[in-house]
C-alpha cells in the first residue's frame, strides 16, 4: 500500500510490482529507493494452465531445498479516517526463466545471499540495484506436481508440498 494512497483499495492493484517499472511507477517509485525488503521463502505454488477451466498446482522451490528470499518494497499507510498505520509489502516480479515459463509470464525476483546486503542498503538513486532485477537461473529451481488442496486456504500442512507423482520433478 503505497504512503499517498487515499484508501485501501489500491492494495488490490499493488500486490506485485514489475520490475521493469519500479524507478517510474508512482506506486513503487519511492519505495524503490529507500523501502527495499527481502521476503524468506521455502517455496511457492503456480498453476500450469491444462485446459479452460483446468490448471495443475505445482510447487517450486531452489533445488538445494532451503530458504530463500526474494525482492520486495515495503511502506507504511496511514488510514486517514481512523489514524491507524498499516505496514504492507510487495513482491517485485520479473521476466520467467525457462523452468516458469509453462506457469507463468512472471517470477519473482529471488536475491541471492551474496547480494542480501547490495539489496538492502540504502543506495544513491542514481545507482540503485536494479541489475539484481533478473530471472533467477533455472538449473537451481525446482518444480513439482502437487494436489489441488493448495487452492484452499483454510488447508495447512506439509502434505501440501508433497509430490503428486513419483518422477514430476524438473
Known amino acids: 500500500m503505497p504512503f499517498w494512497a487515499k484508501d485501501a483499495k489500491v492494495a488490490y492493484n ?5 520490475a521493469e517499472t519500479l524507478s517510474t511507477s508512482p506506486a513503487f517509485r519511492e519505495a524503490f529507493k529507500r523501502r527495499r525488503c527481502l521476503i524468506p521463502l521455502d517455496g511457492f505454488y ?6 479452460a477451466k483446468t490448471k495443475q498446482p505445482f510447487a517450486v522451490a531452489l533445488k538445494h531445498g ?7 518494497l515495503w511502506d507504511r499507510w496511514k488510514d486517514k479516517s481512523t489514524g ?7 513482491v517485485i516480479t520479473t521476466d520467467p526463466n525457462e523452468l516458469m515459463e509453462p506457469f507463468h509470464n512472471r517470477m519473482p525476483v529471488i536475491v541471492k545471499p551474496d547480494d542480501f546486503e547490495r539489496w538492502m542498503a540504502p543506495a544513491d538513486p542514481a545507482r540503485l540495484p536494479v541489475d539484481l532485477l533478473r530471472p533467477y537461473p533455472q538449473e537451481e529451481m525446482a518444480a513439482w506436481k502437487v494436489g489441488n488442496a ?9 502434505a501440501l508440498i508433497a509430490p503428486l507423482e513419483q518422477g514430476t520433478l524438473f
Open 66 to 72: 532451503g530458504l530463500f528470499a526474494v525482492a520486495g
Open 150 to 158: 493448495v487452492g484452499n486456504v483454510r488447508n495447512n500442512s506439509p
Open 14 to 18: 499493488t500486490i506485485n510490482a514489475k
Open 84 to 90: 491507524a498505520s498499516l505496514e504492507t509489502y510487495t
Open 46 to 51: 503456480e498453476w500450469q494452465p491444462l485446459g
